[in-house]
């Protein structure tokens, strides 16, 4: 347990952290996995490439310095990492090696002067702390997933079924489990752990659920990212009767029961959490105003069966709008998704869940707030490392 002078030197980090917090996490990222290779298909090269995950973990040390006296006020943080952590199977092992290569970041970048022995020897306690609330938490989800209806705990090889192509980029892959026994329900909005071996690596990704669970079988629709080695390995390679090891469904941005309206809003393929959540809105018996952006007619995915949806449930309104027009109708506005067109599609007093690229979900939020959404009726998720939508 930290004592009062621990959390104070914790506490006097701050303003390091705050100018040079991604210096040090990215020297941690290098040094990690290139001296520590069995980590490596925890974490996914494009978010290392980009800096978003060194951003990532940079904010998230900052968040937890600033709040060591009341962790509580961290608030859905937590909850977000146990829930990824979960996705991709971090253990118990893992953590000695992210604090000793944690610790010897703090000494190297920051220097002698500054990371004294003290310093060191607060943020070692500071991240045991952490390290146990984080270890504890995840095996009480695994054990609860383990335990439940069709739940498992580690991978379990499923097989490519079926898949279908959904736009110009985005293919659903449908998988059931080789046992031909129950899978886990998962709750709308949630992701799945896929483990995959290109080329003798290991790669890990998440991929949310594209479609209400059955118990029978899960569904994720993946986009082609240029030169992403998981997506184009799926579009390429992966057919059916190909066997696939897969964890548990996880995550905790999920659809909250209420009877209220609900306005689901999605950029590109974000729209992939949003179906499933769609069709558990619809059977609610729920109002739901259904917006998805799209760059054109050729990348937008699933338009036929919202359509289908909206054709047999007169309380779903459904609005698509294109960056660009390339002659084929369908579109109800074309551009950008604006402040002026939230005005005119959202009902009152909705609860709004939003998701996509990241610089989509930042303007949607500063449109939401100028309209004067409160916070609270405000849900999102980020795809990757979670980054903050100023």
Known sequence: MLDDQQRAIIKATVPLLETGGEALTTHFYAMMLDEYPEVRPLFNPAHQAS??????????VLMYARHIDRLEQL??????????????????EHYPIVGTCLLRAIREVLGEDIATPAVIDAWAAAYQQLADLLIGAEEDLYRQKAQATGG???????????RERESQEIVSFYFEPVDGQ??????????????????????????????RCDGRQYRISVKRQPGGTASNYLHDHLQVGDTVPMFPPAGDFTLA?????????????GITPTLAMLEAALEQGRPVTFIHCARNAAVHAFGDWVDALAARHPQLK?????????????????????????ERWLPREAQVYYLGPQPFMAA???HLQALGVPESQMHHEHFGPAAALA
């Open 318 to 342: 459904r609005f698509y709008c294109y960056a660009e027009s390339d002659g084929t109708p369908g579109a109800d506005a074309i551009g950008l998704l604006d402040q002026a067109l939230l």
């Open 257 to 269: 029961d209420g009877q209220g309206p609900l306005v689901l809003i999605s950029g590109g393929v």
């Open 182 to 211: 129950p899978v886990l329900k998962a709750e709308p909005g949630q992701y799945i752990g896929v483990q995959l071996f290109i080329d003798g690596v290991e790669q890990r990704r998440n991929y949310s659920l594209s479609s």
């Open 152 to 162: 498992w705990r580690g991978a379990r090889a499923f097989r490519l079924v079926r």
């Open 51 to 60: 800096g978003a995950q060194p951003r990532a973990l940079a904010n998230a």
């Open 364 to 366: 949607v939020r500063r």
């Open 75 to 92: 608030g859905g943080l937590v909850g977000q990492i146990i829930n990824k952590h979960v996705a991709l199977q971090i253990l118990p």
